[in-house]
């Protein structure tokens, strides 16, 4: 059989696309992002629980009493959880998203309904899209749009656009084959009869589609998170990465309030709406008794509601981001510039991003820092995307990365060094201190070396070339992530059974626990890395001052862990106040990797 | 009187090159012999007209080809070969606009299983056509309250069609069909969902309507007794081809094979033949000379039988000008009922 070069086919449609379309995707970009934008201001202008409390009337009209109570009881778990805006960004995605879907997916239903062909073709499409992992659409996502918000809402788009046609060419499909007859019989021309009989009878089942739209799209947000999209799906990957599960619930439980909220809104906007619905509710209601809590508002007192507390809401945004003042010093020598690091979830990359972060915001520019997984990291620097990156492992690790993104990256040098790569056990598995030694012991781990992600550079190291040297290949290497490597090494430390694990230094693991480093006499692991700066191309040109402080930074191995230290004692969300703590502790670092020129400091100084 | 809807050789072949299929069906070809290419013939050269006022019934069992040949008559179905004249109006020369127009305005249809709009109340159910046609609401509101009253329907307008009754619910079907002045009325089984009872009532309050409305109507039934009830003409078609078309009386006296011969079998004579089908007309005229009861041609067989059960001799039959031009004796009505009138009138004339 000969290989067909299908890959080859995506990548250079891919390339040409990239080089040939890009006004195109700059346009939808643009249209995306301002749909979000916009949807996202209004979302975040009111006070979180005036706009819980529209949120509760809207619940309370479309629902009922209790569904109101219980909308507002969410929104304020989410607020009290200091998720609120995180749980609007999501929002905002989530409702671009479906309405973008939905002015796809519902003519495209429609249009499939009235043509076999268009059926036939569709279909396969859409299960194509539905069922391709996302994750192989994400990539070329960000090299079509560039990471952050487009990126996030076309995959979320891109995912949850089947259920619309589907249901919508279905419910047309449904509709009594009697009844189109009998609108034709009576001279209706195909229009009318698409909006007179097929539509509103296929209502219900249409409304059914766009729940399931919005429940996927909700389901995608947190792959949407990996390219930059922030929001619950970006703290949800924070936490995995950071191996934070109570923050990982919490953000959970934000989706969670959303995707309930979301989906009974939903559904009963469908009975709403659908003259069929409209009438079996009604009958249902003259069936219960006219109990208080069965009440619900008319539409129009609805509304009005709705709109006095938006009115109240806007006003109050408006008052609210009139604050802030603007200090201005000596120092500021970014002038409010922005600036964007990205990171990867690593502790050197938390620790060094974020002290950057606090550096650059001392100097006066804006920090805009955002996570992302390695591959979109690089992809969002070459790009132009991202700024820099501090968290570069070369020349071993990210050789890959290196060598395909290489040209359009400048590497502003190491800071960190040298790095190293290592087979780990607990200290407390003796007889067990170099590599040659694993291979007696295999039946001891049970055969087993817990590894990370598989296309992680150490990885291929460690398979293709470390275990043949010293013999090892009776043990099998367990491929995952590196959160639950790490789960498996606190679960294996908890209970003092041996574990073998991929590790490395610098690693917080080393402080938290007592581990021992398998010595590696036959230098299989090669040299160690220096962790770079890698910065865009052109980055340092257009920021000398930037530049040249990178360059220059070098950090020691007590400085690192300390850092990394504070940051881990002070807990998620408050790494730039760790950050900030550490610097107040080491006087003097800030003016040795960020100086100021001399005039400028005596200015200050006077 | 000149006809009002003509059908002229209609086909309709579904599958594939149906022009070819007509070619071999116009050559003598079977419809089995179609079939086995995966073509099937659902008419095969229908011809009819229907006169202004009359009810013209299609009979025939499913698979017959009766539903096909009613939905070409309004264009719902494209006849693969052949013409319908409306009012002497090539409506297979139409484009789909025109087309669209006459539907809205001159022909309506009246749908085996109601086809009620579900979200709809009954008074917007029943001003549909109207509302097609574009006339203001106002109006056709109260065109529609007229139709629904007509059929019995007043105070139900509010309603909605799940609310009501099957009988209920095709008159509302009728009413809706009635409202927009159509000439033409298609009936597709219409009253073949309902029970019995309901159908009988159904079928009467049809024939009461017609009595004033005098709309052209073509009825499809699978129900010999309901087409022999309501049809002043009856065509019975099967596999695709009408195989007699006539009056009740001619299907029932004279019918064309054997096929026809065997449908009839099991319909009441009683409730369909008339004094003048079964009168001997070898008449001496002095049969009614004593004052006595006498009948008309249009007298039914039920009547006749009480007639002759309170009379010694045979019942007189007298024409609009009371002339006589029949009698009938016991004996004859019993043998009717027998079956032995399958020989027809001439037959019984030369017996007597």
Redesign the interface.
């Known amino acids: 059989m000969p290989r067909l070069p299908l890959g080859d086919w995506v990548d250079s449609g891919v390339d040409w696309l990239v080089a040939h379309m890009s006004w195109l995707f700059d346009a939808i970009k643009t249209v995306v992002e301002g749909m979000y934008d916009g949807v996202n201001a209004v979302l975040t202008a009111p006070e979180p629980l005036l706009l819980a409390g529209i949120l509760a009337v809207l619940a309370w009209w479309l629902r009922g009493l209790v569904a109101g109570v219980l909308a507002f009881a969410g929104f304020l778990l989410i607020d009290s959880l200091d998720l609120w805006d995180r749980s609007m960004s999501t929002l905002a995605l989530v409702l671009v998203a479906t309405v973008i879907a939905l002015v796809i997916s519902i003519p495209l239903g429609i249009w499939a309904a009235r043509s076999k062909t268009v059926s036939a073709v569709v279909r396969p499409a859409l299960d194509l899209l539905q069922t391709m992992p996302s994750m192989v659409l994400l990539i070329p996502a960000i090299l079509f749009f560039g990471l952050g918000t487009s990126a996030g809402v076309i995959a979320t788009l891109i995912f949850a656009l089947a259920p619309g046609v589907r249901m919508t060419e279905l419910g047309i499909r449904q509709v009594?084959a009697?009844?189109v007859?009998?609108?034709?019989?009576?001279?209706?021309?195909p229009r009318?009869t698409l909006l007179r009989?097929q539509l509103?009878?296929a209502l219900p089942t249409i409304m059914a589609g766009v729940n399931q739209v919005i429940m996927l799209g909700l389901s995608m947000v947190v792959i949407a998170g990996m390219v930059g999209t922030g929001g619950l799906g970006g703290a949800v990957n924070e936490a995995i990465g950071q191996l934070d599960i109570g923050f990982g619930f919490e953000a959970g439980v934000g989706i969670v309030v959303l995707a309930i909220y979301l989906d009974r809104m939903t559904g009963a906007l469908g009975t709403q709406i659908?003259?069929?619905g409209r009438?079996a509710a009604a009958k249902a209601r003259t069936a219960e008794s006219a109990k208080p809590w069965n009440y619900r508002p008319r539409p129009a007192f609805a509304v009005i509601g709705v709109v006095v507390l938006a009115l109240v809401a806007g006003g109050l945004g408006v008052f609210g981001s009139a604050s802030g003042t603007k200090a201005t010093s000596a120092t500021d020598v970014g002038k409010g510039k922005n600036i964007t690091i990205g990171y990867i979830p690593w502790d050197e990359g938390i620790a060094s991003t974020f002290l950057w972060k606090e550096l650059l915001e001392e100097r006066g520019y804006k920090v805009t820092t955002t996570q992302y997984a390695a591959g979109p990291l690089y992809t969002g620097v070459a790009t132009g995307q991202v700024d820099f990156q501090t968290d570069a492992w070369l020349p071993t690790t990210h050789a890959e990365y290196w060598k395909k993104y290489g040209k359009q990256l400048e590497d502003l040098g190491s800071w960190y060094g040298s790095t190293s790569l290592e087979l780990t056990v607990p200290s407390y598995v003796k007889d067990v201190n170099t590599l040659a030694d694993l291979k007696t012991h295999a039946s001891e781990f049970g055969g087993k070396i817990t590894g990370i992600e598989p296309s992680a550079g150490m990885m291929g190291l460690l398979k293709t070339k470390v275990l043949k040297e010293y013999g090892l290949q009776g043990y099998d290497v367990v491929d995952g992530s590196t959160p639950a490597m790490l789960a498996e090494l606190k679960r294996a430390y908890a209970k003092k059974q041996p574990i073998v694990v991929t590790l490395w230094s610098p690693h917080w693991a080393y402080s938290d626990y007592k581990l021992k480093k398998l010595s590696d006499p036959k230098g299989a692991w090669g040299k160690g890395d220096g962790v770079h700066t890698v910065s865009r191309k052109g980055f340092a040109a257009d920021n000398p001052d930037v530049g040249k402080w990178l360059k220059d930074f070098r950090m020691t191995e007590a400085q690192l862990t300390g850092l990394e230290a504070q940051i881990q004692k002070s807990g998620k969300g408050q790494e730039q106040s760790a950050v900030r703590t550490w610097l107040k502790q080491h006087p003097g670092l800030v003016d040795r990797w960020a100086p100021v020129k001399q005039n400028q400091k005596s200015q200050a100084a006077g | 009187m000149s006809a009002r809807l003509e059908a002229e050789h209609l086909y309709k072949v579904f599958g594939r090159r149906p022009d070819q299929a007509v070619e071999r069906l116009r050559a003598g070809a079977g419809r089995e012999e179609l079939r086995a290419d995966g073509t099937t013939a659902a008419v095969i050269d229908a011809s009819f007209s229907v006169a202004p006022g009359q009810i013209f019934v299609v009979m025939g069992l499913s698979g017959s080809g009766k539903s096909t040949l009613l939905r070409m008559l309004n264009g719902l179905l494209e006849p693969t070969a052949g013409r319908v004249l409306f009012d002497g109006q090539d409506l297979t020369a139409l484009t789909d606009r025109e087309l669209r127009q006459v539907r809205a305005h001159k022909i309506s249809m009246v749908f085996q299983h109601f086809a009620l709009f579900p979200h709809r109340s009954v008074r917007e159910n029943a001003a549909y056509g109207l509302e097609v046609q574009g006339v203001p609401r106002a109006e056709r509101e109260a065109r529609a309250g007229e139709a629904l009253a007509l059929c019995g329907l007043a105070g139900w307008e509010d309603s909605w069609p799940d609310e009501l009754s099957g009988g209920m619910q095709q008159r509302v079907g009728l009413a809706r069909a009635l409202a927009t002045d159509a000439d033409l009325l298609l009936m597709d089984e219409s009253f073949s969902a309902l029970d019995p009872l309901i159908r009988r009532d159904m079928q009467d309050q049809l024939l009461e309507l017609q009595k004033s409305l005098k709309k052209t109507i073509v009825f499809i039934t699978h129900d010999l007794n309901e087409a022999m009830r309501l049809g002043d003409r009856i065509a019975v078609m099967r596999d695709g081809r009408i195989v007699q078309t006539g009056t009740a009386e001619d299907i029932l006296l004279r019918p064309a094979n054997d096929y026809v011969a065997s449908f009839i079998q099991d319909v009441d004579r009683s409730r369909v033949l008339t004094a003048s089908a079964v009168m001997d007309t070898g008449v001496d005229g002095h049969e009614a000379d004593c004052d006595c009861e006498t009948a008309t041609p249009d007298t039914p067989f039920t009547d006749l039988c009480a007639l002759s059960a309170r009379l010694t001799h045979p019942v007189a039959v007298l024409d609009a000008a009371d002339a006589v031009v029949g009698v009938v004796p016991q004996e004859r009505l019993v043998a009717f009922l027998g079956g032995e009138a399958a020989t027809g009138p001439e037959q019984v004339t030369a017996r007597a």
Not at chain 1, 182 to 188: I, L, M, N
């Open positions: 009594d009697e009844l007859e009998a609108a034709e019989a009576f001279g209706t021309s009318d009989v509103p009878l659908s003259p069929l009438r």
